[in-house]
């Protein structure tokens, strides 16, 4: 069974960084790779468009950002790790929320803002606040 385990959520300043880790494990059992997948990470908070998507990182290594986020944040992923990051930096406190990863092969699902719960994580907590 594939599993998706996220960290690296904390209490930071306005104008601060934080960098999210997405471990991904049950993949080899499964039959695949990280680079079999996209992986997407999400903010909880309901109503939000595309279900809270904020950044895509698709099979053939591009990337998809929210315009939210565009030039603050960075995914990135090491398939060797089968972890997937997410680089936040200049943060807000309008970020503040449950940051969580979702795995899927295709991209378009992911934009679409679908995200299967056997293939998500339980979240991390970002709070920005002085």
């Known amino acids: 069974q594939v599993q998706l385990v996220e960290s690296g959520g904390a209490l930071v300043q306005p104008g601060g960084s934080l960098r999210l880790s997405c471990a991904v494990s049950g993949l080899t059992t499964a039959g695949f790779s990280l680079d079999d997948y996209a992986i997407g990470w999400f903010r909880q908070t309901p109503g939000l468009e595309r279900g809270g998507l904020l950044s895509?990182?698709?099979?053939?290594?591009?990337?998809y950002y929210a315009d939210s986020v565009k030039g603050r944040f960075t995914i990135s992923r090491d398939n060797a790790k089968n972890t997937v990051y997410l680089h936040m930096a200049s943060l807000k406190p309008e970020d503040t929320d449950v940051y969580f990863c979702?795995?899927?092969?295709?991209?378009?699902?992911?934009?679409?803002?679908?995200?299967?719960?056997?293939?998500r994580g339980q979240g991390t907590q970002v709070t920005v606040s002085s």
């Open positions: 895509i990182t698709n099979r053939d290594g591009s990337a």
């Open positions: 979702a795995a899927d092969h295709y991209e378009n699902v992911l934009f679409a803002g679908e995200v299967t719960e056997d293939y």
